[in-house]
C-alpha cells in the first residue's frame, strides 16, 4: 500500500491506524449442526446456545450455508397456517414432512443412523407439499434457497446444508436416472436425514436401478404413499403450501431453544433409552426382531422421539395422534417388506385402480374404471406395477384368480377400448366397489 508523501496524508494514515477497532467479532462455522458447549448452529446462520439467551446471528462456511438467510413471515403465522392444520389428521404426508424436517437435531445429537423419507405416489397427492412443509422448518423452502433442490446434480450441495436438520430432493426420477437415485439415497442417508419424493415407489427405483431390495436401503427409507392419504380440498392443501412458503425459518430456531434452555431435556442416555423403548414397541411381539426390522424400527422409534420433542415445545397440537401416524407407515412398511413379487406389483395395480378416473374421463391417465372393470393399456402396466415383475406374469396370476378378462382366443389383451379406440389394454375385476372419478 503506498501513502502519499505529504505530511498531511502520513498523519491521517498513523490516525486510522492507531485508531480504535469498534467492528464487532463475528463467529464463521465450517458446518451447521451440534457444536460444543451445546451450541446448535442452523444452515441460515442462527445460532442457539444453552450459555446465551435467544439466537444470535453467525457466519457459516458458504458451502454449508443457505443461499436465503432470513426468516419470513413470522412463528404465529407458520403455527396457524401450517402446524394447525396438517396435524387434524387427514393429510399424514405433511405431518410426516415435519416430523422429517426436525429429525436431524436429534439424530445428530444421539449420534444415530439417518432416516430417508420417501413420499410416493401420482402428481397432486401432496408428495411436494410435504416437502415444502419440511423445509419450511429450517429456511426458505422454495428450491435452491434453502435446503430443498429439484436436481440431482444439486444434492451433493445440499446435503452439508442439511447437516443437523435434513435435506430434500423433489422429484429426481424426473430428470435423472433411477440409478442415481439409489446411489443419492444411499449417500444421503450417512449424511443427514433426507426427504424424496417420487412417482416410482422404492421397489420401482431400486429395481430398474438393477438393485435388490435385501441389499440394506429398504432398512434405511420408510416410505408414506401419498396414494392411501385421504383427499383433502386442494384449496386447503394449497393454502398450507402457501403458508409454508409465507412463514419459515421460525420453528427450528423455536424448537432449539426449547431443547436448550428445558433443564434435563439434553440427557443423551435418556433419549438414546427413549428410542429403543419406542423402537421395541414398534417392533412388539409378532415381528421377527431380524437386523433390517430392528434397524427400521429404530428410525421409527427416533421420529416418535422427535414428535414428542416437537410436542412439547408447541410445534404439534397437544391432541395430535403422532403414535397413530408412525403406527400406520410401520405397517405398510411390514406390509411392503413381507409382500412377495406378485402381491407387490397387483397392489400398486389396485391403488392406481383405486385412484383411476372414469372411462370417459383423461385419455393421458394410466388407467380408467366403469361399472367395476379397470381398464389398463398394456404401454402404461410397466409405470404402475414396476419392472420387478413382468407385465405377463401378473396377467397370468390375476386370470388365475379369476379378476382378469381375457379377450378372444388366447389373447390377454384387448385392442380396442369400449368407444371403440384403438389401445392395447387388459381388462382387470375391480376388488371392492369402485366410485367412479369423472
Known amino acids: 500500500m503506498t501513502v502519499n508523501n505529504l505530511p498531511a496524508a502520513r498523519s491521517a494514515f498513523r490516525e486510522c491506524i492507531k485508531a480504535p477497532k469498534l467492528n464487532k467479532t463475528v463467529t464463521q462455522y465450517s458446518r451447521p449442526g451440534w457444536h460444543n458447549d451445546h451450541r446448535f448452529v442452523l444452515p441460515t446462520g442462527f445460532s442457539l446456545s444453552a450459555k446465551s439467551i435467544g439466537a444470535e446471528h453467525v457466519l457459516v462456511d458458504r458451502k454449508a450455508a443457505t443461499l436465503d438467510q432470513t426468516q419470513g413471515g413470522s412463528f404465529e403465522g407458520w403455527r396457524e397456517g401450517v402446524a394447525a392444520e396438517i396435524w387434524k389428521g387427514d393429510c399424514p404426508q405433511f405431518s410426516m414432512g415435519a416430523l422429517a424436517g426436525m429429525c436431524g437435531v436429534v439424530s445428530s445429537l444421539l449420534m444415530l443412523d439417518h432416516p430417508i423419507i420417501h413420499f410416493s405416489g401420482p402428481p397432486a397427492t401432496g408428495k411436494s407439499t410435504a416437502q415444502y412443509v419440511a423445509a419450511g422448518l429450517v429456511a426458505n423452502p422454495t428450491p435452491g434457497q434453502g435446503t430443498l433442490v429439484e436436481l440431482q446434480q444439486d444434492v451433493e450441495g445440499v446435503l452439508p446444508k442439511g447437516a443437523g436438520t435434513c435435506a430434500h430432493i423433489d422429484d429426481p426420477t424426473k430428470h435423472g436416472s433411477p440409478t442415481t437415485v439409489e446411489r443419492l439415497m444411499y449417500r444421503a442417508g450417512s449424511f443427514c436425514p433426507f426427504t424424496v419424493s417420487s412417482v416410482a415407489s422404492l421397489e420401482q427405483i431400486v429395481e430398474r436401478a438393477g438393485g435388490k431390495m435385501n441389499e440394506g436401503i429398504r432398512r434405511r427409507v420408510l416410505t408414506v404413499d401419498t396414494r392411501k392419504a385421504p383427499r383433502i380440498d386442494p384449496w386447503r ?182 368407444d371403440r379406440t384403438q389401445c392395447q389394454h387388459y381388462r382387470v375385476k375391480v376388488p371392492g366397489t369402485i366410485t367412479n372419478k369423472a
Open 237 to 418: 392443501a394449497d393454502d398450507i403450501k402457501e403458508a409454508a412458503q409465507r412463514n419459515f425459518g421460525h420453528a427450528a430456531p423455536y424448537f432449539l431453544d426449547h431443547l436448550l434452555t428445558k433443564g434435563g431435556t439434553l440427557d443423551r442416555a435418556k433419549l438414546l433409552k427413549e428410542v429403543r423403548d419406542n423402537a421395541r414397541d414398534f417392533l412388539g411381539v409378532l415381528v421377527l426382531a431380524d437386523g433390517e426390522a430392528v434397524s427400521a424400527a429404530r428410525h421409527f422409534g427416533l421420529l416418535l422421539l422427535v414428535g414428542d420433542l416437537m410436542q412439547a415445545a408447541g410445534l404439534i397440537p397437544g391432541d395430535a395422534n403422532v403414535v397413530g401416524l408412525l403406527k400406520s407407515v410401520w405397517a405398510d412398511w411390514l406390509e411392503r417388506r413381507s409382500a412377495t413379487p406378485v402381491n407387490r406389483a397387483i397392489a400398486e395395480l389396485d391403488a392406481a385402480l383405486a385412484d383411476a378416473g372414469d372411462l370417459g374421463s383423461d385419455p393421458a391417465a394410466w388407467c380408467w374404471v366403469r361399472d367395476g372393470i379397470g381398464f389398463i393399456p398394456t404401454a402404461t402396466l410397466a409405470e404402475i406395477i414396476g419392472e420387478e415383475i413382468k407385465a405377463a406374469t401378473v396377467m397370468r396370476h390375476l386370470s388365475d384368480c379369476g379378476r382378469l378378462l381375457p379377450a378372444a382366443g388366447r389373447n390377454l389383451a384387448h385392442s380396442r377400448l369400449p
